[in-house]
């Protein structure tokens, strides 16, 4: 807590930096002050009551319907749709992990789809602040739903590189893998092995790994993947969909 | 699936890219549809209030009315619009159901017209919310009970044949049904009291003899005691042997509460009877004799507070319950530590923990005898936070059986008001159905009046009639009249609704026209029907006059002014049916040609009539009319009977 005799104790304690390393008090208003202020604000790690009250206090709004209709390849009424359907469900107008994982999870009640979501979740936000407006989320439907067959390779390459550093490791596609699995729960026919997975990810390495060099890159995955006849079958999924 | 969450259905299908890639089969063809509709709004007009959503959101529940192709059984072609004769401020909540997903019920509205349009909308009320369904179930629970509360008032309503049986045990139930019943009732009653006070006064000590002690008045007069105490005991044997004759189920009797007290009340003496005077079971005997004071539960049976009293305790068990097992902790904690701090101390009372029990137990309940005090300081700190404790834990659980009392006395309370509120209730409703039986003869009339007035094309009252009874009136009365016709002779009428129009009823009475034309009727009919039949047909009937052999005198009549032509009839007492059989043809009728009909059927101008009237005359002596009474005198005397049925 931040009490008046710790709050004159770092006053002072600043004034004796300052002093010591001769730094004018701007930047150091600037550098260090927020940041104190907010570790001794909340010297607590926040929890999920103060992340809703936090959440819900925020009332994001999009952009205009002309900007997103510029920016996105969905039509003013398709954008209306799914702004309704967003608003509906979130009205606070951002998703957070929870919701993303819960409205995930209600389409698939058979596994878990936590860590699916959670992968899912960081691939839609992807200006890495833990919620996924309106913008985010139309952005990334219209790739997948209306975009170039590069654009949805690409964005699924994205989604497999979990650390987002451009390659596909063999550990990143392991938990993609067991994240995948695991949606598909127990009820399974035959009854899926513990190794299932671990098979998978060498299936799709020997596949996709052209130089053999234990990494995928964004154009081996779009080579193989353009060439593969499954794959490119399975793109007219993301048609009619809206 | 929540409903809303199909509206993420896109992105659920988007996210499948993830899975693509790595799939090992092609993924297979996703449905499309058909004739793929642009969401439309459509309106919904609930008695006026214009509500208006998506298609969409109503299509999310297939399977109540809005969601499924029974509405289009309420589509408006005209106006475009889906309409429903409904409450709308129910059909918010039950609209909100389909936008939300969460059906919430609303506390001011009542439970009954609720569940009716849940029951309409074809919605279960098991997916109330949480948040609203405590609410809906107690409310539906009380009415569940309001019902069952007039359903047993109902049930004393005497039945016709009840077995001598069944009468006994409704007198006993209920002992206002009879006066038997009301006087078994109080017998009984003071037979309680008086067996509970002789038990009282037998432990008095009553005057003694000189020299000796003090005796209870029971010994004193052990004769007299003995008597009463027989006499009692007589009565309330009779007594449960006769309710437990008349008991529907006996062993349910037996088993019930009142019973047992009825029971363990007498049972003392018949022990006492067969016991000898051995010396070592008289003291149990003497115990025995403790239960006598059971008898004063009997009164239950008389006093209504009495029965809400235990009804009470023994729904409040749980709360009682809770109540000794606190107390008996905490007697037992203080007990031990009151001990302990008292050990040090010289001639302390404290001698144990069970003796410290009743200091316990005396300080929690304030009671504070006096009889066991701390005399260490660390007994007496002890002893203070004991009373206070005590004070505390006893306080807590009364108010709720206080609640539990006040809630089911006040439904008592209620449900007796409803019961006296509920004769004066029926009373009213009688009457206003009377009111609308009245309205149906009024009616009546009213047709015939009409149908007089179409032919003599007096449009202007015909519009004016036409109005006063509404499309659905007329044709409930029509539906009578149907019945009627069925099973009353179609040769008995009802003139008296004739002449009642007739006649305004100024100068009819009409009691007296309906007793004697009945009689009329009844004795003319056998002999009269067959031919009349055969001759007339359906139209004849209405010109066909007899005239009735006897007299009846007739109540003195002023012709209304408009029936001037026949003014000069009303010194005949039987002008009156003349009156009618005019009133009723085209007025271009001349009376000579009514007269001429005196022995032939003449159908003359009653082919017009759809009327298919027929009139009875009321008993008149022969017709004699100035221009006519040639011809009557001379003609056999007929029974005049015209009947006029009415439509």
């Known amino acids: 807590m931040c009490t008046p005799t710790k709050r004159a104790q770092w006053r002072e304690d600043l004034q004796h930096f300052r002093k010591d390393h001769g730094i004018s008090k701007k930047v150091l208003l600037n550098c260090c002050l927020v940041r104190r202020i907010i570790t001794w604000a909340s010297p607590s790690p926040k929890d999920s009551v103060e992340d809703e009250l936090e959440l819900s206090a925020v009332r994001h ?141 060498e299936v799709f390495f020997q596949k996709m790994d052209k130089n053999k060099d234990g990494v995928v890159t964004i154009d081996e995955f779009i080579d193989c993947c353009q060439n593969d006849e499954n794959i490119m079958r399975s793109m007219h999924l993301f048609e009619n969909v809206l | 699936m929540a409903a809303g969450v199909a509206a993420w259905l896109p992105f659920a299908r988007a996210a499948a890219i993830g899975w693509m890639p790595v799939a090992n089969l092609p993924m297979p063809v996703a449905p499309t549809e058909k004739n793929k509709r642009q969401d439309e709004l459509i309106i919904l007009n609930v008695s006026g209030r214009r509500f208006q959503t998506w298609r969409n959101t109503l299509d999310r529940y297939p399977d109540t009315l809005l969601g499924s192709s029974e509405k289009e059984f309420f589509y408006n072609e005209e106006t475009k619009e889906y309409f429903f004769d409904r409450d709308p401020d129910v059909f918010r909540s039950v609209l909100n159901f389909y936008r939300t997903g969460k059906l919430h019920y609303p506390r001011y509205e009542c439970i009954s017209s609720y569940d009716e349009e849940l029951a309409f909308f074809g919605i279960v009320p098991e997916i109330i919310g949480d948040c609203c369904y405590e609410e809906y179930k107690d409310r539906k629970r009380e009415n569940a009970e309001r019902l ?87 009565i309330f044997t009779v007594e449960y042997l006769m309710r437990l004759f008349a008991a529907p189920s006996r062993y349910r009797f037996m088993r019930s509460v009142m019973s047992i007290i009825d029971v363990v009340a007498i049972l003392p003496y018949y022990i006492g009877l067969v016991m000898t005077d051995n010396e070592d079971v008289s003291g149990a005997f003497v115990t025995l004799r403790v239960f006598r004071v059971f008898r004063i539960f ?170 006063s009874t509404s499309l659905l009136e007329s044709q409930h009365h029509h539906l009578l009249h149907c019945l009627e016709k069925t099973t009353v002779s179609t040769h008995i009428l009802q003139l008296y609704i004739f002449l009642l129009f007739l006649t305004n009823h100024e100068f009819v009475d009409e009691q007296y026209y309906q007793q004697s034309y009945l009689e009329a009727g009844l004795q003319n009919y056998p002999s009269r029907s067959p031919s009349l039949s055969s001759q007339d047909g359906v139209t004849g009937t209405c010109c066909t006059r007899r005239s009735k052999k006897h007299h009846t005198p007739l109540p003195n009549a002023s012709a209304p002014a408009h029936m001037q032509p026949l003014t000069h009839t009303h010194t005949h007492p039987q002008g009156l049916q003349e009156l009618s059989t005019i009133h009723i043809q085209p007025l271009s009728t001349s ?57």
């Not at chain 2, 077995?163 to 009732?185: C, D, G, I, K, Q």
Request: proline share 5%; aromatic share 10%; net charge neutral.
């Open chain 2, 148 to 234: 069952m509360d007039d359903q047993e008032d109902n049930k004393d309503a005497k039945l016709p044949n009840m077995t001598f049986r069944e009468t006994m045990w409704r007198a006993f139930e209920n002992p206002h049904t009879s006066t038997m019943a009301l006087v078994f009732y109080y017998v009984t009653g003071f037979f309680i009291a008086v067996s509970v006070i002789t038990n009282v006064v037998e432990t008095v000590p009553c005057g003694s003899a000189p020299n000796q002690k003090e005796v209870p008045c029971g010994e004193r007069y052990t004769v007299a005691f003995f008597c009463m105490d027989t006499a009692c005991v007589m």
């Open chain 2, 591 to 647: 009376r000579s040609s009514l007269n001429m009909r005196v022995d032939e059927p003449a159908p003359l101008n009653c082919q017009s009539s759809q009327i298919t009237t027929a009139i009875i005359s009321i008993p008149t002596p022969p017709v004699t009319t100035p221009e006519g009474d040639a011809h009557l005198p001379a003609g056999p005397t007929h029974q005049n009977v015209v009947k006029v049925s009415a439509l």
């Open chain 1, 61 to 201: 709004r999009p952009e205009g319907l002309e900007q997103l209709e510029a920016q996105t390849r969905f039509s003013r009424k398709e954008l209306q749709i799914l702004y309704r359907g967003f608003k509906n469900e979130c009205p606070s107008g951002v998703v957070n992990e929870e919701t993303f994982k819960d409205i995930y999870s209600q389409f698939f009640p058979q596994g878990d789809a936590s860590t699916y979501a959670h992968f899912l979740f960081n691939a839609f936000d992807t200006d890495h602040n833990g919620s996924v407006s309106f913008e985010d989320f139309v952005m990334g439907l219209s790739i997948l739903l209306r975009g170039t067959v590069q654009e949805k390779l690409n964005w699924a390459f994205n989604l497999y590189d979990i650390n987002k550093d451009g390659y596909i490791t063999k550990e990143e596609m392991l938990d993609i893998m067991k994240a995948i699995y695991d949606m598909m729960g127990k009820c399974t026919y035959p009854v899926l092995k513990e190794e299932t997975p671990r098979q998978h990810v």
């Open chain 2, 298 to 467: 009997k009164f239950s049976r008389h006093s209504q507070g009495l029965r809400i009293l235990g009804y009470t305790l023994k729904s409040c068990a749980s709360e009682l319950g809770f109540l000794l097992f606190s107390l008996t902790m905490a007697i037992i904690i203080f007990a031990t530590v009151m001990f302990y701090a008292e050990k040090g101390s010289s001639s302390s009372k404290f001698t144990s923990i069970p003796a410290s029990f009743w200091y316990t137990i005396v300080t929690m309940t304030t009671l504070g005898y006096g009889d066991m005090v701390p005399k260490t300081i660390a007994g007496k700190i002890f002893g203070s936070i004991c009373s206070l404790s005590g004070v505390l834990v006893i306080a807590l659980p009364v108010p709720v059986i206080v609640s539990n009392f006040s809630r089911i006395y006040h439904q008592n309370q209620r449900a007796d008001k409803r019961r006296a509120q509920k004769k004066a209730r029926l009373a009213r409703i009688r009457i206003s159905k009377t009111g609308s039986s009245s309205a149906f003869l009024h009616s009546k009339r009213n047709g015939l009046f009409n149908e007089a007035l179409e032919l003599t094309n007096s449009t202007e009252d015909e519009q004016r009639l036409s109005k």
